[in-house]
């Protein structure tokens, strides 16, 4: 198994920047692919990003795509997601995700989540 911590949220302006981090502790981080998804309020959890195990293959969703960037540094058991031109859209819980195996969009297929982070942009 392995457990997953969410940082780096908090309240920022329309246009900023911010990293979220997300720390693994457990079986080999090398093993599972990782995600972020996001539920903003009165609506759906979806898939926001997603890297493989080699961290050459990456998934963005359409929304985000060219704005936010997702990496992982197995190194220190950590995956990001740096988020920049942020809006108010992207208000969220946002939540890290890992699972074995190939990426994927769907929230189902990963069997490890953290508590997520709350990211509040302002316009």
């Known amino acids: 198994q392995v457990q997953l911590v969410e940082s780096g949220g908090g309240l920022v302006q329309a246009g900023d920047s911010l990293r979220l981090s997300c720390a693994a502790s457990g079986r080999a981080f090398n093993s599972y692919v990782m995600a972020w998804f996001r539920r903003a309020p009165a609506k759906e959890r979806e898939f926001v990003a997603s890297?493989?195990?080699?961290?050459?293959?990456?998934y963005y969703a359409d929304s985000v795509k060219g704005r936010f960037t997702v990496s992982r540094e197995d190194a220190k058991n950590t995956a990001y997601l740096q988020m920049s031109n942020l809006n108010a859209e992207d208000t969220a819980i946002y939540y890290c995700?890992?699972?074995?195996?190939?990426?994927?969009?769907?929230?189902?297929?990963?069997?490890?989540w953290g508590l997520g982070t709350q990211v509040t942009v302002s316009s």
């Open positions: 995700a890992a699972r074995y195996s190939v990426p994927s969009r769907v929230a189902r297929d990963f069997a490890y």
């Open positions: 890297i493989g195990r080699t961290g050459t293959d990456t």
